[in-house]
């Protein structure tokens, strides 16, 4: 068949698959594959199809979701948005960890974030303009961004290199839909920290009222690293989310993997973390040398039973051997052995039925690709396998709205008129303050509409907030100013950690969806309601900087970086 054959072939291909009524993945699957046949031609990518229903512009409800590659990146309401730093020495010495030339320490070559940040040369702005354009091509409309940054420990990177990434990072966003730029700074030692903060305090800025908002930033970092200094920077950064490398709750385990902190340190930076208003996601890693199954559940019902840990979210990590670390060598020595693959499923069900509801678990397993396990988990589809098994989890992850809310219309009348929600509120003890889960729940529990996460105590001292205001950012003279220090956080000021409500992304302002049902303004009145029964005069938000806009709407005014308004 020639080119020109093959195009028109193609082109009728798309055109009938668009004309027919299709309403399942699988519809979709069994129509590709009669097209194929009849035209012969291979089967047309998802990304092909919709830039043609695009361009037709004759829009019908549900054929672009049908169409949509991998739905469930944005069925929680945000893109993520995965960037990887370039390589630097890491601190750590950790046993199970692989030791790789040119990538991120704990990082391997060929997974597929790694792959894409070599492909981009590790610039965050080429990385997060790609990844827009990937899920825009697959369906996705990522007009409100999770910014995740990975490559091992951030807060040992240099200073002037976090401010550039981050502001890159803003940059990239705000210029997505346009042409890429070729005015970018490149990163330099010798950069000067005032300019790199003032480019990205404007890129910051321009984010507010961007169409694709930046509206939180997750770092990964030790858990011996965090202190006031840094998590100040982090605000600066606009970060929103700490992710830390916890792996196991036990001194003993730490020190034979050679961890370099202690579970001391890990309750320190978790009670830091939270007083500043940052979401906490542990990273844990079961299996490790010098545990057992039994040991690993008791650790898991410890971090919700002790209030020093009380995380908000988990990454589960089983532990895999890997070429390049000490826990190879062990391995090939016959000093390690790995968990069976029915031990550690059973592992598994027995500690998600343990999950409190206010929990999140992101993930089960890390995206390592199978032939760089030499021993270990070789399941990728972890998550599927421990559903079929029947392992019913009461986490937020697994009762998020998703497509269920495409059968509750109106979200606030059910049949009859009756109300088809209900709030809820659980009470818990966390790092020396008292946490406040309050969610909208269908009237069985299983589905979550919405939550907000309220702090109030745990300030042990004032903490002076020291970041931007809304003022200007250069004085009378035309001199840039700097950071100024603006919010005090004591015990009269109460914090909202999170505030999420669930259904698929919309653009802000875009169509109503369940996004816009006025969940979340109605979950910020219960909170601020709740604080000022208990004596709080100030209500603080960590708000990502994309959302800074919906919380003015509030009544709340940008000081520091965190958007406050008076409770009295």
Same mark, same amino acid.
């Given at each position: ?18 004309? =027919? ?18 035209? &012969? ?58 030791? %790789? ?51 091992? /420990? ?96 036990? *001194? ?7 961890? &370099? ?8 930076? /978790? ?40 995380? *908000? ?5 089983? /532990? ?69 098994? &029947? ?14 809310? +495409? ?40 589905? +979550? ?8 105590? =745990? ?43 669930? =259904? ?21 009145? %219960? ?7 208990? =004596? ?22 940008? %000081? ?9």
């Amino acid at each position: 068949m020639s080119r020109l054959k093959e195009k028109q072939n193609k082109a009728k291909f798309i055109s009938e698959l668009l004309r =027919g009524k299709i309403k399942s993945r699988a519809e979709l699957m069994a129509k590709k594959r009669k097209l194929a046949k009849k035209y &012969g031609v291979s089967i047309v990518a998802s990304s092909e199809i919709i830039a043609e229903y695009k361009k037709a512009k004759k829009f019908r409800p549900g054929l672009e979701k049908v169409l949509r590659r991998r739905s469930v990146r944005t069925m929680s309401g945000i893109a993520p948005v995965a960037v990887l730093t370039k390589p630097y020495p890491c601190p750590g010495k950790c046993a199970y960890c692989p030791t %790789e030339p040119d990538v991120p320490q704990s990082y391997l070559s060929n997974e597929p974030a790694v792959m894409r940040a070599i492909r981009c040369g590790f610039d965050p702005y080429k990385q997060v303009r790609l990844r827009l354009s990937a899920l825009e091509a697959n369906g996705h409309e990522p007009t409100k961004i999770e910014l995740i940054v990975i490559g091992g /420990t951030w807060s040992v990177l240099p200073e002037a290199y976090k401010y550039w990434y981050i502001a890159q990072c803003f940059k990239a966003a705000n210029e997505h839909g346009g042409k890429f730029s070729i005015f970018n700074f490149q990163f330099s030692k010798n950069l000067i920290i005032s300019k790199l903060k003032e480019q990205l305090q404007k890129e910051q800025k321009k984010n507010e009222s961007a169409k694709y908002k930046i509206i939180g930033i997750t770092l990964e970092t030790r858990p011996d690293y965090i202190n006031d200094k840094e998590l100040l920077e982090m605000r600066e950064l606009g970060a929103t989310r700490v992710e830390l490398g916890v792996q196991a709750i036990d *001194d003993k385990i730490l020190k034979l993997n050679q961890r &370099g902190h202690g579970v001391a340190e890990v309750a320190r930076a /978790t009670e830091l973390l939270k007083n500043y208003g940052f979401k906490v996601t542990y990273h844990i890693m079961p299996g490790l040398p010098g545990s057992t199954a039994k040991k690993d559940l008791m650790m898991f019902k410890k971090l919700f039973t002790d209030e020093r840990f009380q995380p *908000d979210q988990l990454k589960f990590y089983p /532990t895999v051997v890997t070429r390049g670390s000490l826990l190879y060598k062990w391995w090939r020595a016959g000093k390690y052995k790995p968990y069976s693959d029915k031990v550690l499923q059973g592992l598994i069900v027995a500690c998600k039925k343990s999950v409190p509801p206010y929990v999140r678990i992101i993930r089960l397993i890390r995206d390592i690709p199978g032939e760089s396990i030499m021993a270990g988990n070789m399941i990728t589809n972890l998550r599927q396998m421990m559903k079929q098994r &029947g392992a019913k989890c009461r986490c937020i992850r697994c009762r998020e709205a998703g497509e269920r809310q +495409l059968r509750i219309t109106p979200l606030r009348q059910g049949p009859g008129g009756q109300a088809n929600y209900e709030l809820r509120i659980i009470k818990y003890q966390a790092s020396g303050g008292k946490e406040y889960f309050l969610s909208f729940e269908s009237k069985d529990g299983d589905v +979550l509409y919405g939550f907000c996460r309220l702090r109030l105590g =745990g300030h042990n001292k004032k903490i002076v907030i020291s970041s931007v205001s809304e003022k200007s950012l250069k004085d009378e003279n035309g001199v840039y100013k700097g950071f100024l220090p603006s919010v005090e956080m004591t015990n009269q000021v109460a914090m909202i950690r999170e505030l999420h409500v669930y =259904g698929e992304l919309v653009s802000v302002g875009g169509n109503k969806k369940i996004q816009h049902a006025g969940l979340g303004k109605l979950l910020m009145l %219960e909170a601020e309601s709740i604080a000022r029964k208990q =004596g709080y005069k100030k209500m603080a938000v960590i708000a990502g900087v994309g959302v800074r806009g919906y919380y003015r709407k509030l009544g709340y005014r940008l %000081e520091s970086s965190y958007m406050v308004r008076s409770l009295i």
